[in-house]
């Protein structure tokens, strides 16, 4: 099960104090399923494996190997009530694309490259949590939380 996989991951995290922007995310289980709460909202995630970690340090252009220790999850832009209200209209069966997040990821990259305009690369429909035992440069922080919207921004595990 991904949500025991994650442990380490769990709990709550928050922008610091001196930061100019004010975010919380909450790591843990919604239904079952692991995710990333922010605002009231729910985002299921799953864990980045080895490769995807290389590729998204390169998207950042940090070298392939800058995560290799950290923890990352992934989720969709979208909100999971968006993702269900998406699903029905698409042809989707919704509680199979809400399996997982692995599956919310499938179906969100499956509509985008259906759309008149596809938005590439994927890390535009992506938000990732990373946690590393030691500081990751770019981040300034061993945690960071990176969004097309927000870009990298540095947490603090409360």
Do not use: H, W
């Not at 998204?56 to 940090?62: H, K, N, Q, T, V």
């Not at 990821?105 to 035992?133: G, H, M, W």
């Not at 939380?145 to 947490?155: C, D, E, H, Q, T």
Request: hydrophobic share 40%; with cysteine.
């Amino acid at each position: 099960m991904p949500i025991k996989a994650c442990a380490s991951l769990e709990g709550s995290y928050s922008t610091p104090a001196d930061s100019s922007t004010s975010q919380k995310y909450v790591v843990g289980e919604f239904s079952g399923k692991l995710a990333i709460g922010n605002d009231g909202d729910i985002y299921l995630a799953k864990e980045m494996d080895r490769t995807e970690r290389a590729e998204f340090a390169e998207y950042l252009m940090m070298g392939s190997s800058k995560l290799n220790d950290a923890k990352c999850l992934v989720t969709p832009s979208k909100d999971l009530a968006l993702i269900e209200k998406a699903a029905s209209p698409a042809g989707a069966d919704v509680a199979e694309v809400t399996a997982s997040g692995k599956s919310v990821l499938k179906f969100v990259d499956d509509q985008n490259q259906k759309a008149i305009i596809t938005l590439t690369p994927k890390y535009k429909i992506r938000q990732i949590l990373c946690a590393s035992e030691t500081e990751i440069k770019l981040a300034e922080s061993k945690i960071f939380f990176f969004s097309r919207l927000l870009g990298i921004v540095p947490l603090v595990k409360n």
